[in-house]
């Protein structure tokens, strides 16, 4: 099958998934239904439930899924490692202890948009230390020591988060868990806005850049041989594909899984050409998070499970299932 037919299959998923994600919940409502309330027609109480609450939250949810998704196989490419994800330079440890501290200091709630702002502010502020220590002990920004920034900058975030929560009464811990485990119960059509303008000139620019991701994975020697300013697209890609991480945690909080998987599973059924599995990844985990999500909501009903607990449990499986067959 061509690649274009392809990512048109992907992309219906994705436009299936929004509908099952807004016909399932406390009150299921038919296809006509669910069209009917995005054009503002029927009932008040269906438009309220279509334009309030369920179709923002699963906009939200492809958005954010096919952040992760991208920057996952972003970062896989320009570290080499399979288990390379979103969150691997700290970006979810400064993002947290922003969002724990505004909670915590503030009181805010876990969905409010303090929180939001603060939690990117938090990612931001990790990914300028990352940078600053990987420039700090070379000109050249080494893999290597990046990743072992990360991982150093995400630990001492993860000691500050757990300083913040000793000292939270009982209400602001269990809304800093809250959103430590990832939600998108706080979707608004200006956190869609918000999400989507940073989304979109990353993409176009992590797209841009699949060529020079190709020739890195075969190593960076080989892509300065064959023409790759090999400093300046490593500047490019880990530095937008941080930032739309970045974006993703301040409007969801932290999702794991979607971002480590989801281009393993584009890559071992179409292969590893990043002018495929770039925009492919941004489907499947905008298809995979919404479904997550959905599951979520109505699995327990009408309590909501985390979706971190629900994007483990489905994708581990059907993960390992996928690598039995390929290796058998």
């Known amino acids: 099958m061509k690649p274009v037919l392809r990512l048109a299959l992907l992309a219906a998923a994705v436009a299936g998934a929004l509908l099952l994600g807004v016909r399932m919940g406390a ?3 038919s ?12 009932d008040p109480t269906t438009i309220a439930i279509v334009r309030r609450l369920r179709l923002p939250r699963a906009l939200l949810a492809a958005l954010v899924g096919g952040s992760l998704a991208a920057s996952g196989a972003t970062f896989q490419a320009l570290l080499r490692n399979p288990l390379a ?11 947290a202890v922003g969002a724990v501290g505004a909670i915590v200091l503030t009181g805010a ?3 409010g948009a303090m929180v939001a702002l603060s939690a990117f502010a938090g990612a931001i502020l990790a990914i300028l230390l990352v940078f600053r220590v990987a420039a700090s002990v070379g000109k050249a920004l080494d893999t290597r020591v990046l990743l072992l920034a990360g991982v150093v900058v995400g630990a001492f975030f993860n000691a500050c988060i757990l300083l913040a929560l000793t000292f939270a009464d009982t209400e602001s811990f269990r809304s800093a868990m809250f959103w430590m485990m990832g939600s998108f119960s706080g979707a608004t059509w200006r956190g869609i806005g918000t999400m989507a303008g940073a989304m979109v000139p990353a993409l176009l620019l992590l797209f841009a850049l699949a060529r020079p991701l190709n020739l890195f994975a075969v190593g960076e020697e080989t892509a300065a041989f064959l023409g790759v ?7 490019l890609a880990y530095g937008t594909a941080s930032l739309l991480t970045a974006a993703a945690v301040a409007v969801s909080g932290v999702i794991g899984f979607v971002g480590l998987v989801v281009p393993h599973v584009v890559r071992m059924l179409w292969g590893g050409d990043h002018r495929f599995l770039l925009p492919a990844s941004v489907l499947l985990g905008a298809t ?11 699995a327990a009903a009408p309590t909501e499970l985390p979706i971190g607990v629900v994007t483990a449990f489905v994708g581990v499986p059907f993960f390992v299932y996928l690598l039995r067959r390929r290796m058998a």
């Open 85 to 95: 994800e979103p969150y691997i330079l700290g970006v979810s440890g400064g993002a």
């Open 288 to 298: 995979f998070a919404i479904l997550a999500d959905t599951l979520a909501r109505t």
């Open 27 to 29: 009150v299921p409502l």
């Open 109 to 111: 709630p876990a969905s």
């Open 229 to 235: 300013r090999t400093e300046r697209t490593k500047l």
């Open 31 to 42: 296809v006509r239904e669910v069209v009917a309330g995005i054009r503002g027609d029927g």
